[in-house]
């Protein structure tokens, strides 16, 4: 585990994550989909776009050979960033997403980035305690971020995780 990647309470057997391809792309859509609303949700052709782009790279956590959930990631220079992350509803609060912010904080480290970035909408709270129980802090607050259809949209906060200097 990366230095600051500190866990809490962790109940559940880390889940099986290994890094995702091409080959992985409509899967990636349909979890996607099932996570979030038809607005937010990206297509295979969003997906595979992003991934032909430099740096960027994925996990994908699966059950039983099928593909459950994924970070994708984006490495530039020292820093990287969670551009997202998704867990099929069925198969949540079982560690998937710690798991795969963990092996995308690794891979990170590999190719030396040592700060780590995401934005999370301020009412996400599942997606605030991950963070929060891997260390990530908050950096910065974009206001209105995220549309809510008829009720207000909602700040996005920017978290940092840094990796622990030796
Ligand atoms: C957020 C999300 C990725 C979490 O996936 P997950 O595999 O269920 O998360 P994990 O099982 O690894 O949970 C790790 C920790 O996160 C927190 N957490 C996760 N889901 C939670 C929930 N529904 N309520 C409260 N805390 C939660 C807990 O601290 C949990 O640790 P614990 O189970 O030991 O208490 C998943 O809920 C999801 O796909 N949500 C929709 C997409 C999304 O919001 N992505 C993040 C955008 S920034």
Redesign the pocket.
Known sequence: MPDGAH??????QA?SVRPGTKEDVAAMARIHAS??DDRSAWSAASILHLLETPGVYVLI?EENGEPT?FALMRAAANEAE?L??????A???????????IAGLTAALAVECDTVF????TD????R?????LGFAEAGRRAAYYARGDSPSVDALILRWMAESP
């Open positions: 866990t809490q309470g962790t109940a559940h889940a996570a979030f956590a959930g969670v997202t992350i998704a867990v099929d509803p198969h949540r609060r079982q560690g998937s997403a710690r798991a795969l912010v995401l934005e999370v909408a996400n709270d599942a997606a305690r991950l963070y929060q129980s």
